[in-house]
DNA sequence: TCATCCCTGTGG
DNA sequence: CCACAGGGATGA
């Protein structure tokens, strides 16, 4: 569910409620999730909070705790009492906690030193090293793009996404892509996330993504999840394929 | 570089 | 019932 959009209006929205606040407990409800609390040696202050790729870290004075939030996970503020279902991990707060529901259970915590996962350069920063980094893989553009070793952020929407604002098919290999059109995917990459952050995100019909307010994202992508609708733009059938696994849509006829 | 797996839920 | 799902680690 969650790419760099949905992660970032999560961290950004957490901020105000966690940094500089004790985290009291921890409470783990689900086995699959390691007992992280004794790691942490709580209480102990948030530091902060940031964005890694797609991970969240909240940062302590001597460790981090890292969620990733996988297809289904989402962080949520609560200052009530009850237990939503599927709640998977709690941090308390003397004035709210923090709840991690993740239906599919496919999400991860873990506690570390220090923040080091093989992320490439962050999809928001500046794409500039596309150009030579692109050259060296025959990979389809949207497979190399969904490679958070190459670029860290995007996810199967926002890559669909950006290749149909640039007009590039998402099965050409990455090294095929001539100057011209890697100007207009750095520039797509950036206006399609800089768009759903600007939204707060993405929320399909089964509403699994919510800000941690309880607030659904208004980002209406364009081509992701329209097979067999007009394109936007010209009106031809959109198409689905597989690439690498993943469902990709895309415009046969603005996309080549 | 690919399929497979991890899980559960939803929609056709 | 089967297909598919905003992600990624793993092993062949």
């Not at 921890?26 to 390691?34: E, M």
């Not at 902060?48 to 870290?57: P, W």
């Amino acid at each position: 569910m969650p790419e760099l959009p949905e992660v970032e209006i999560t961290v950004r929205t957490l901020r105000p409620k966690v940094e500089g606040k004790e985290l009291r407990a921890l409470r783990v409800l689900d086995p699959k999730i390691p007992q992280v609390s004794p790691l942490l040696g709580l209480p102990a202050k948030v530091d902060g909070i940031f964005r890694g790729g797609k991970h969240i870290v909240f940062a302590f004075p001597k460790k981090l705790l890292v969620i990733h939030l996988r297809m289904s996970g989402r962080l949520a503020w609560d200052e009530g009492e009850s237990v939503p279902k599927h709640t998977r991990l709690i941090l308390e707060f003397p004035h709210g906690r923090v709840l991690f529901i993740d239906p599919r259970r496919l999400g991860t915590v873990e506690v570390m030193e220090e923040f080091s996962k093989e992320l490439g350069p962050d999809a928001l920063g500046d794409l500039s090293f596309l150009e030579e980094a692109l050259r060296e893989s025959k990979a389809p553009i949207k497979v190399w793009l969904l490679d958070q070793r190459n670029i860290a952020g995007l996810g199967n929407i926002y890559a669909a996404e950006a290749l149909f604002l640039a007009g590039i098919d998402p099965r050409r290999p990455a090294s095929s892509l001539g100057p011209a059109e890697i100007a207009r995917l750095k520039q797509a990459i950036h206006q399609v996330l800089n768009e759903a952050l600007a939204a707060m995100g993405t929320t399909l019909s089964d509403n699994a993504y919510l800000t941690p307010a309880g607030e659904i994202g208004d980002y209406q992508p364009r081509v992701y999840g329209k097979e067999g609708l007009p394109c936007p733009t010209c009106g031809t059938p959109i198409e689905r394929v597989e690439l690498g696994g993943r469902g990709t849509y895309f415009c046969p006829r603005c996309q080549r």
